[in-house]
């Protein structure tokens, strides 16, 4: 018995020998500009998922305008990405901020669309009321009163 609990205890200390502390990159991405990525990365994914026929048909091709836009390239994104899940504390970090960015875009997006949407609305209200106007336009003028001279008499005052 005590043969198998030494045995057991060597082999935890013996599998946890192999740590290899993680090496920083050269050309890491700073955190900052790996949340701008990671945000527009996301939205890019969304934008492809969404309607990748729109995409094509344009011609634009995501990742080459992400890479261009931060003056990253594939390696130096997947070394980055590596590197940052290793260390989950600033990886974790990096996501909530994406969260957060992406959060904030969203909830623009929707005060835009409300107003998009009253806007719309005052379009229709005032179309509805225009034609009420051409209606009412059509319909029988009320009779008045005209003098000899073609002007009509004040109010009040009839004449015989």
Do not use: H
Request: net charge negative.
């Amino acid at each position: 018995m005590k043969f198998v609990t030494v045995f057991i205890i060597a082999c935890f200390f013996w599998s946890c020998q192999n740590i290899e502390e993680i090496k920083k990159p050269d050309n890491l991405i700073p955190e900052a500009t790996m949340v701008d990525v990671l945000t527009e990365l996301n939205l890019l994914n969304s934008a492809k998922n969404y309607n990748k026929r729109i995409l094509e048909e344009t011609g634009i091709q995501p990742d080459t305008y992400l890479y261009s836009k931060y003056k990253i390239d594939s390696l130096q994104l997947a070394e980055s990405t590596s590197y940052y899940a290793k260390k989950y504390e600033k990886f974790e970090g990096i996501f909530q901020k994406v969260k957060q960015n992406l959060e904030t875009m969203k909830a623009k997006l929707e005060v835009i669309r409300e107003e998009e949407q009253r806007i719309t609305d005052s379009i229709r209200a005032l179309e509805v009321e225009k034609d009420t106007t051409a209606l009412d336009s059509l319909k029988k003028p009320e009779p008045r009163l005209i003098n000899s001279l073609g002007a009509e008499p004040p109010r009040g005052v009839i004449n015989y």
